[in-house]
């Protein structure tokens, strides 16, 4: 069965230090990935995914995400990070075929310090 | 395009009671998923269906039902409601590989 774990619940960095939010998964075979990510009381909004191809994947605001296939990891990361950035970050995975399910992970709740 | 249309944004139940959260889209998207969320656990999905008239179990289906009659509804049904259900409700579709999955506005449910 595929599942998602990240390991990190909370982070907290400076603005301007250089974030990585880490996601592991556990799928037979490749899956899809995501990263969405939810400010305080909104919806969530998609960051980047990942189907196959460049194993590096830019996304919105500055993110870009690695697909490392021996390490079942596709961690988050972004160079410099903004306060506007705070918010909780999900990663999520879908079993490419047709096998339905799209499971989140728990989350990471991400804090920047001025 | 509205994209994926959640009804209601909030609502009060007291225990023994039951309701529909409503959820629409209108991307003509096969896969169709209901997620509740509670602080600290992440989404957890309830349960999700591929087309019409395909519907499955997912993480925590116990106390909900659903159905999907139409490419475009996926209702989700709370029958006898108990205060373990209050969360947050998120509805989403997803059109399939090389696009994303797009998420309602979230049901906040308070059971009491």
């Known amino acids: 069965a595929q599942s998602v774990t990240q390991p990190d619940i909370h982070i907290t960095v400076s603005e301007g230090a250089s974030l990585e939010l880490r996601c592991n998964y556990s799928?037979?075979?490749?899956?899809?990935l995501f990263w969405y990510v939810q400010s305080p009381g909104q919806g969530l909004q998609l960051l980047l995914k990942?189907?196959?191809?460049?194993?590096l994947v830019q996304g919105i605001k500055g993110f870009e995400a690695e697909f490392k296939r021996s390490q079942s990891s596709f961690n988050l990361r972004k160079p410099s990070v903004h306060w506007s950035d705070a918010a909780e970050y999900f990663c999520?995975?879908?079993?490419?075929?047709?096998?339905?399910?799209?499971?989140f992970g728990q989350g990471t709740t991400l804090q920047v310090k001025p | 395009n509205a994209g994926v249309t959640q009804t209601p944004k909030f609502r009060i139940l007291k225990i023994g009671q039951s309701m529909t959260l409503q959820c629409t889209q209108d991307?003509?998207?096969?896969?169709m998923y209901w997620y509740r969320q509670d602080p600290g656990m992440g989404l957890k999905l309830i349960y999700y269906?591929?087309?019409?008239?395909?519907?499955d179990k997912g993480e925590v289906p116990n106390g909900y039902n659903v159905s999907r009659s139409t490419t475009e509804d996926f209702p989700l049904r709370l029958e006898l409601a108990a205060p373990s259900q209050t969360s947050v409700y998120f509805c989403?579709?997803?059109?399939?590989?090389?696009?994303?999955?797009?998420f309602g506005q979230g049901t906040r449910l308070t059971v009491v």
């Open positions: 999520a995975v879908h079993g490419s075929g047709n096998t339905g399910k799209l499971i």
């Open positions: 799928y037979g075979a490749t899956p899809y």
């Open positions: 990942y189907f196959s191809g460049d194993t």
């Open positions: 991307m003509n998207h096969n896969y």
């Open positions: 269906s591929v087309g019409a008239g395909i519907t």
């Open positions: 989403a579709s997803w059109g399939g590989q090389g696009t994303e999955a797009f």
